[in-house]
Every structure is written in structure tokens, then in C-alpha cells.
């Protein structure tokens, strides 16, 4: 639900920078430029699609929740933590976290190589995901929006890793797809 919210906020704040770019792209692009390159869509699609997900993972992440001292009071929680929280409290609501922190960044490893070349290596992927993770979580810490769990960092992590492997395998079968073409 939280996220729900937080899309339809990132759909007006989308459509207004594509507004801007429209207008960017008219003013700016032709009459400085001359308008001699053509604009890649492909290349803007993923651009945006990319920034509406950034925007709706910080939004959920550190948006969502009150900034002041009492919640989080900048603590460092150990890696086991909430796993040892939900086996030991058999709760729903702590199993659902966990799979959701997962799931949250199966996008990100899917969409980094498939539109970039760069991120089509595990590493860069797994890097991106990590060093992204590892922003959010600091900054939980520091504006006092959460707590600093390392098992997010490696819940999130492995959910881009997951989605690194949904890409591998849907080109894989695009491979095999067009070599039953010919």
C-alpha cells in the first residue's frame, strides 16, 4: 500500500519532468542545437522508467516514515536480526517485511542490464544494487528515518541478483528464440 501511494505521487512528479523535457527538447535541443541528432526513445523510456523507480524505492524507504528521534535512534541493527524476529515471533507482518525488502529490488537487477551494456557484467550489477542499498540505509541512520539493518543490505542485494537472473534468463530464451528463426 505504501507503495501504491508513492506511485501515484511519482506519476505526477514524472509527468511533470516530461513536461520539462518536452519543452527542454523544443526550446533547448532544436533552436541551440539545430536539431541535427534524433532523440533516442528507447534510451529515454529507460531513462524514465528508471527514475520512477528510484523514486518510489527512496520514497518508500525514507519518505514513508517519521524524522525524528525516537524512531530508529540511529541504531545499527546485527545481520540476523529481523530473521531471528520473524522465526522467533512466527509473524506475518516480519516474514512479509523481509520478502518485500527482497522483492523491492528485483527491478533494478532486471532493468540495469537491460538497458545498459555496462550493468550486463554480475558484478556492476551486484555493486549497483549493494552501494544503492547502502545509501538508503545510511541515510535511514542519519536523518534518524530507521534503522541501519544489514540484513536490508543483503535482503536488497539479493533481490537485485534475483532480478539479474531473471534478465540473464529472458535473454537466454531470446537467444533461443532467434536461433529457431533461422
Known amino acids: 500500500s505504501m507503495a501504491g501511494n508513492y506511485v501515484a505521487i511519482g506519476m505526477v512528479f514524472l509527468v511533470v519532468v516530461l513536461?520539462?523535457?518536452?519543452?527542454?527538447?523544443?526550446?533547448?535541443?532544436?533552436?541551440?542545437?539545430?536539431?541535427?541528432?534524433?532523440?533516442?526513445?528507447?534510451?529515454?523510456?529507460?531513462?524514465?522508467?528508471?527514475?520512477?523507480?528510484?523514486f518510489v524505492v527512496i520514497s518508500v524507504t525514507l519518505l514513508s516514515r517519521p524524522g525524528h528521534i525516537g524512531?530508529?535512534?540511529?541504531?545499527?541493527?546485527?545481520f540476523f536480526y529481523s530473521y531471528k524476529?520473524?522465526?522467533?515471533s512466527a509473524s506475518e507482518t516480519a516474514w512479509r517485511n523481509i520478502i518485500l525488502n527482497i522483492l523491492m529490488f528485483v527491478p533494478l537487477g532486471f532493468w540495469l542490464?537491460?538497458?545498459?551494456?555496462?550493468?550486463?557484467?554480475?558484478?556492476?550489477?551486484?555493486?549497483a544494487g549493494f552501494f544503492l542499498t547502502v545509501g538508503i540505509e545510511a541515510l535511514q541512520l542519519l536523518l534518524s528515518r530507521g534503522i541501519f539493518e544489514v540484513a536490508d543490505v543483503f535482503n536488497n542485494t539479493l533481490g537485485t541478483m534475483i532480478g539479474?537472473?531473471?534478465?540473464?534468463a529472458a535473454e537466454y530464451f531470446v537467444l533461443l528464440h532467434k536461433k529457431e528463426k533461422r
Open 19 to 54: 513536461a520539462g523535457l518536452v519543452v527542454g527538447y523544443q526550446i533547448i535541443y532544436k533552436k541551440f542545437c539545430k536539431g541535427k541528432k534524433k532523440m533516442d526513445y528507447k534510451k529515454f523510456f529507460w531513462w524514465f522508467l528508471l527514475v520512477f523507480y528510484l
Open 71 to 78: 524512531f530508529g535512534n540511529g541504531q545499527i541493527v546485527s
Open 85 to 88: 524476529e520473524a522465526w522467533v
Open 113 to 127: 542490464p537491460a538497458g545498459k551494456k555496462t550493468f550486463r557484467s554480475f558484478w556492476k550489477t551486484y555493486l
Open 164 to 168: 539479474y537472473g531473471v534478465y540473464k
